[in-house]
């Protein structure tokens, strides 16, 4: 039913291949930037002989983004010798900000931080990084912070605007939106939604977002808040579900299908959860966005590790590090960084 064109998508990794001479591919097919090269290199030629202790914080293991994206800090952390602290912030602020002020004290080499809420993170890691701890964010950018090594991140706007694209290239003629937003103050939240609006304001008379509403990241608060949605909207249903991560896209899909309108909404999702990949492969969810959290993972601790042992280069420092997310359909599942987890 969904028809997406992505031949040009692929001749371009094709010819970035051919290219590139040496070039390092990440899981899913990846090719790596010229920063993330340039830091790969840099890892190889730096002594690691002597151990180093990284605390790695992540807003909450309850979300199997982050539980992914720990257990590549983890594996990315033993190639480096160096031993990750796993600090899980349970979604609390409150709970993440003592987390960094214990590590803080406990003297550890470096911090790799996803910030549950980019504003309420910002003054304890500025205090982390005035103590003379190198801070490295991932994922979520944190405003007004001076003194950070590097942020490592997708650039979520651009996954926000492939969305958009999406609905513009196979609803040529229009399309109704709901939007399902993610956790008011975080970063990707903003970031993802502002790249819809984008694409999307500018034809608001044929693309109307007709309802938007956050659904907290949440997979059962996506299913509610679709359902009550929904229920409002069984004579006119809306062409296209959008959702800033893929727990919200399967918990509105769970609703979609109770509904029998899963033949008349289509479904996009962030994240490229592997249940989310089996989705978009069974024709669920018509795509979900690729942001290579395995990527932004091992980038980070390098950068981390490299600073740490005094092997970063002075121009790197303070860099903004972006990986391109994309969206991956039916028609390019092999760009999907978890593949190799879908059963069956």
Same mark, same amino acid.
């Given at each position: 039913?969904?028809?997406?064109?992505?031949?040009?998508?692929?001749?371009?990794?094709?010819?970035?291949?051919?290219?590139?001479?040496?070039?390092?591919?990440?899981?899913?097919?990846?090719?790596?930037? $010229?920063?993330?090269?340039?830091?790969?290199?840099?890892?190889?030629?730096?002594?690691?002989? $002597? *151990?180093?202790?990284?605390?790695?914080?992540?807003?909450?293991?309850?979300?199997?983004?982050?539980?992914?994206?720990?257990? !590549?800090?983890?594996?990315?952390?033993?190639?480096?010798?160096?031993?990750?602290?796993?600090?899980?912030?349970?979604?609390?602020?409150?709970?993440? =900000?003592?987390?960094?002020? =214990?590590?803080?004290?406990?003297?550890?080499?470096?911090?790799?931080?996803?910030?549950?809420?980019?504003?309420?993170?910002?003054?304890?890691? !500025?205090?982390?990084?005035?103590?003379?701890?190198?801070?490295?964010?991932?994922?979520?950018?944190?405003?007004?912070?001076?003194?950070?090594?590097?942020?490592?991140?997708?650039?979520?706007?651009?996954?926000? $605007?492939?969305?958009?694209?999406?609905?513009?290239?196979?609803?040529?003629?229009?399309?109704?939106?709901?939007?399902?937003?993610?956790?008011?103050?975080?970063?990707?939240?903003?970031?993802?939604?502002?790249?819809?609006?984008?694409?999307?304001?500018?034809?608001?008379?044929?693309?109307?977002?007709?309802?938007?509403?956050?659904?907290?990241?949440?997979?059962?608060?996506?299913?509610?808040?679709?359902?009550?949605?929904? *229920?409002?909207?069984?004579?006119?249903?809306?062409?296209?579900?959008?959702?800033?991560?893929?727990?919200?896209?399967?918990?509105?899909? $769970?609703?979609?299908?109770?509904?029998?309108?899963?033949?008349?909404?289509?479904?996009?999702?962030?994240?490229?959860?592997?249940?989310?990949?089996?989705?978009?492969?069974?024709?669920?969810?018509?795509?979900?966005?690729?942001?290579?959290?395995?990527?932004?993972?091992?980038?980070?601790?390098?950068? *981390?590790?490299?600073?740490?042992?005094?092997?970063?280069?002075?121009?790197?420092?303070?860099? =903004?590090?972006?990986?391109?997310?994309?969206?991956?359909?039916?028609?390019?599942?092999?760009?999907?960084?978890?593949?190799?987890?879908?059963?069956?």
């Amino acid at each position: 039913m969904f028809k997406h064109k992505n031949v040009l998508l692929c001749c371009l990794v094709l010819l970035l291949v051919m290219l590139t001479p040496v070039m390092a591919q990440d899981t899913g097919g990846r090719v790596m930037t $010229e920063q993330e090269m340039a830091i790969a290199a840099a890892v190889a030629e730096c002594p690691m002989d $002597e *151990a180093i202790t990284i605390a790695a914080s992540v807003p909450g293991l309850n979300f199997p983004f982050f539980v992914h994206m720990m257990n !590549q800090l983890v594996a990315a952390g033993e190639g480096l010798n160096a031993d990750v602290i796993q600090l899980d912030g349970q979604n609390q602020s409150t709970r993440q =900000t003592a987390d960094v002020e =214990t590590v803080v004290t406990q003297g550890v080499d470096a911090i790799v931080i996803s910030p549950a809420d980019v504003q309420a993170l910002a003054d304890p890691i !500025q205090a982390a990084v005035d103590a003379g701890v190198p801070v490295v964010t991932i994922d979520r950018f944190v405003e007004g912070v001076t003194g950070l090594v590097a942020h490592v991140g997708a650039e979520n706007v651009l996954g926000g $605007e492939a969305q958009g694209n999406w609905i513009l290239e196979n609803y040529p003629d229009g399309a109704t939106v709901v939007n399902l937003q993610g956790q008011p103050g975080a970063g990707p939240a903003i970031a993802r939604n502002q790249g819809l609006h984008n694409v999307l304001d500018a034809v608001a008379d044929q693309y109307p977002i007709v309802v938007e509403q956050t659904a907290n990241f949440a997979r059962d608060q996506g299913l509610s808040v679709t359902e009550s949605l929904l *229920a409002g909207m069984m004579d006119n249903p809306p062409d296209v579900i959008v959702a800033a991560n893929d727990d919200m896209a399967l918990g509105a899909l $769970e609703a979609v299908t109770a509904a029998g309108l899963q033949d008349e909404i289509a479904i996009l999702g962030f994240d490229a959860l592997p249940e989310a990949i089996a989705r978009v492969m069974d024709g669920g969810l018509a795509g979900t966005v690729e942001q290579f959290p395995g990527g932004q993972s091992a980038t980070a601790m390098n950068v *981390a590790a490299l600073y740490a042992r005094g092997c970063l280069d002075e121009a790197m420092v303070g860099a =903004t590090i972006f990986l391109t997310p994309v969206m991956v359909t039916a028609d390019n599942l092999n760009l999907a960084e978890r593949i190799g987890e879908v059963e069956g």
